[in-house]
């Protein structure tokens, strides 16, 4: 089956324009409060009230960052440079560094704990919007944020990240990013999301600090949260690095796959690259274990009760197909072009919103779609699927 590149290509862009894109700027900006709204329903409706996330505000800043560094789009800009200000002026915490995880509809401070996973996006998109601008003081913020999270995270002893602390990095008992979250001290889903920011802000600024602990990060991936039998990545550890449940989230597996190899090419060393390879494979080949060819990838895979949540959530999709791309991008992998532009059709037809703009959040199990999450809020935003688009865009 020959596949045309420079048509998904074409379909990507459109998407991301058309689709994704004008959604938030049409819809998402608070003009009476300032920054943007909290949330719009699966149905729709805007929510009032509803606290705003640093996790959304600083994704809208690296989805319109990025946008505008590879479009020169001016209304995409000034939607990033209200991202920046919202992330600078109101969520940092100009007394203990770091950012808020949450604001009230007003700007004022809600939910003070320092999330070390927000702290890692805020970071994400700052460098973003300097790279895409070359603005110092998005750099200067950023910067100050790998400070924070090196001076009040990092384990010095036993390596690694702790997942989060209070206002003045005092350790907390509940240190869950969410509900559904366990309660442990590392995790692979912040770690993966340190690794991330910390690629981009080398990309900017190369401190042979943030070299350390990048190369660091991946060497952790390999050695501490990758299950060396099942390929798979484990989720929840307590303090020692110790396993603490059998759970698979297919998305972050196929999604650490492209930002493992990507941290290695913006470190550019070749031997690095060599070692990460089979490493990149695996873990992709093991996250098709939840792929279903024609009807995208499933959620996750509790192995304690063997029990398969099989919803198909819109960021998984996302990364899968980036995932894929990656595969055959770099290693010439023309079975993974077919998964990405199979799950690429059917992200068209059950998860593309042609009538009200960006995606729905899922589409179940039993085959209906999923209007009871929100179409964007507190995690709901435009990053997983603009990323997709953009990183298509730049890969033909």
Not at 55 to 61: F, G, S, V
Not at 122 to 129: N, Q, R
Not at 140 to 146: K, Q, V
Request: with cysteine; glycine share 6%.
């Amino acid at each position: 089956m020959k596949i045309d590149t420079m048509k998904l290509k074409k379909e990507m862009q459109q998407v991301l324009t058309e689709n994704i894109l004008p959604f938030w700027m049409d819809r998402m900006v608070d003009r009476e409060h300032g920054g943007f709204h909290g949330c719009i329903s699966g149905e729709g409706v805007l929510v009032p009230g509803t606290p705003k996330g640093a996790i959304l505000n600083a994704r809208i800043l690296w989805t319109f960052s990025s946008a505008y560094r590879l479009l020169r789009a001016d209304e995409y800009l000034a939607i990033a440079t209200r991202a920046k200000r919202e992330i600078i002026d109101r969520f940092y915490d100009a007394e203990y560094g770091g950012v808020y995880w949450s604001i009230d509809e007003n700007g004022n401070p809600l939910d003070t704990k320092k999330q070390i996973y927000a702290l890692g996006f805020a970071i994400y998109g700052l460098s973003e919007y300097h790279h895409a601008t070359g603005d110092a003081e998005a750099l200067d913020y950023a910067i100050r944020l790998f400070y924070d999270i090196e001076k009040h995270s990092f384990d010095s002893e036993k390596n690694g990240y702790c997942e989060a602390l209070s206002r003045e990095w005092k350790e907390m008992d509940d240190m869950r990013l969410s509900e559904k979250d366990e309660n442990e001290r590392k995790t692979m889903n912040t770690h993966l999301h340190i690794l991330e920011p910390y690629t981009n802000l080398f990309r900017v600024w190369k401190s042979e600090l943030l070299e350390q602990q990048l190369r660091n990060l991946i060497d952790l991936f390999v050695e501490r949260i990758l299950n060396k039998e099942t390929k798979h990545l484990q989720l929840f550890f307590d303090d020692d690095w110790n396993n603490k449940y059998n759970i698979v989230s297919y998305g972050h597996d196929i999604e650490a796959s492209w930002l493992l190899y990507e941290a290695a090419l913006v470190i550019n060393d070749k031997k690095l690259l060599a070692r990460i390879k089979p490493h990149v494979i695996a873990i992709a080949e093991a996250a098709s274990e939840g792929f279903l060819p024609g009807a995208g990838m499933m959620y996750e895979m509790h192995g304690d009760h063997a029990s398969i949540d099989a919803d198909r959530h819109w960021w998984v999709q996302a990364e899968a197909i980036v995932g894929y791309i990656n595969l055959y991008q770099y290693f010439g992998d023309e079975a993974s072009l077919l998964r990405a532009v199979q799950c690429w059709e059917f992200v068209k037809k059950y998860l593309l919103d042609t009538e009200a703009g960006e995606w729905f959040w899922s589409l179940r199990a039993d085959g209906t779609v999923n209007k009871d999450d929100d179409k964007a809020g507190f995690w709901k935003c435009p990053y997983h699927n603009g990323r997709m688009c953009m990183e298509i865009m730049e890969s033909f």
